[in-house]
């Protein structure tokens, strides 16, 4: 239900876009946003840090483009916001004890600290790559591509990263209890 929250915004954004224009489809993804932060708090008596960073950028971005009444606020919210994420964990991977991914998924997920500091770096990564694929995407791409990009592309992206996150946590999870094991015999 989460990810179907997070994903609604954006959702909100491609149909107003298809249907009417940039302006529109700001103005509705500020508004899906704040609904889903009002029904993460109804739903589960809590909101997200970065639920709340993500609704302040969509805010703040969408509301430059529409008074400004120019669609490069909104493009380059992405590029910007993916940035700061990946500077986040980087951050976090050489200045703090634990590491952002450690702090966000350690308390129902138990890895090595290389596990997480592995993971902490592949995600600063990822968030790179994103920001310089949105980059690309507003350069090259029309904008009615870039919105499809920024949805399904940057979208699926996400999913796949998800995924890929799923697959790598298992594996050092079984690696960890198979080493546990073996030493206990």
């Keep these: 239900m989460k990810k179907l929250l997070d ?3 954006l959702l909100f954004f491609f149909i107003f876009y298809n249907i009417y224009d940039i302006f529109f489809a700001s103005m509705a993804m500020i508004v899906a946003s704040g609904c889903s ?4 708090w109804w739903l589960y008596s ?3 840090t970065l639920s709340l960073i993500t609704f302040a950028f969509i805010s703040i971005f969408g509301a430059l ?3 400004m009444h120019n ?3 909104i493009q380059w919210k992405a590029t910007i916001l993916y940035a700061l994420f990946s500077i986040v964990f980087l951050y976090s991977h050489f200045f703090m004890k634990e590491t952002l991914v450690e702090r966000m998924l350690g308390r129902e997920i138990n890895l090595s600290k290389s596990a997480w500091r592995h993971l902490n770096i592949i995600w ?5 790559f994103c920001s310089l694929a949105n980059t690309y995407s507003i350069f090259y791409f029309s904008q009615a591509m870039w ?3 920024k949805v399904f592309g940057l979208g699926s992206l996400m999913l796949l990263f998800g995924l890929w996150n799923g697959f790598y946590i298992y594996r050092m999870i079984n690696r ?3 080493s546990i094991l073996k030493r206990n015999k």
């Design 46 to 48: 809590k909101v997200e």
């Design 65 to 67: 483009t529409i008074i």
């Design 147 to 149: 919105v499809t990009f």
């Design 176 to 178: 960890k209890n198979n």
């Design 37 to 40: 932060l009002v029904l993460r």
């Design 124 to 128: 600063a990564i990822f968030f790179v």
């Design 71 to 73: 669609p490069d606020y």
């Design 7 to 9: 994903v609604c915004p």
